[in-house]
Nanobody, 119 residues
Framework: QVQLVESGGGLVQAGGSLRLSCAAS????????MNWYRQAPGKERELVAG??????????TYATSVKGRFTISRDNANKTTDLQMNDLKPEDTAVYYC??????????WGQGTQVTVAS
């Protein structure tokens, strides 16, 4: 049974930090690129950060709005991917989703975790 379980969301003041974690099970984690998406009320879901499949510390990509503030990482041994979020802004408020993606295979999604940044 495939599972992606996010944790670490919450309420934080602007300028603060949060670390989101996604625990994966039920699939070949190291073979999947891992991504974090977010969706704010009334907006489309957007890609925040991604890290390629393979060895830990693979290539990363970030949305322009979070570059320099967010860092994605993965731990293949423990099947987790984290999103360190620093200098949070009210516009970062959204539900954050973990996503696993591999060409020609099903994509997997977590249930989401709420991040609220108060001004």
């Amino acid at each position: 049974q495939v599972q992606l379980v996010e944790s670490g969301g919450g309420l934080v003041q602007a300028g603060g930090s949060l670390r989101l974690s996604c625990a994966a099970s039920g699939f070949a984690f190291s073979m999947y690129a891992m991504n974090w998406y977010r969706q704010a009320p009334g907006k489309e879901r957007e890609l925040v950060a991604g890290i390629t499949a393979g060895a830990n510390g693979g290539s990363t990509t970030y949305a322009t709005s979070v570059k320099g503030r967010f860092t994605i990482s993965r731990d293949n041994a423990n099947k987790t991917t984290d999103l360190q979020m620093n200098d949070l802004k009210p516009e970062d408020t959204a539900v954050y989703y973990c996503n696993a993606r591999r060409p020609n295979y099903l994509n997997y999604w977590g249930q989401g975790t709420q991040v609220t940044v108060a001004s």
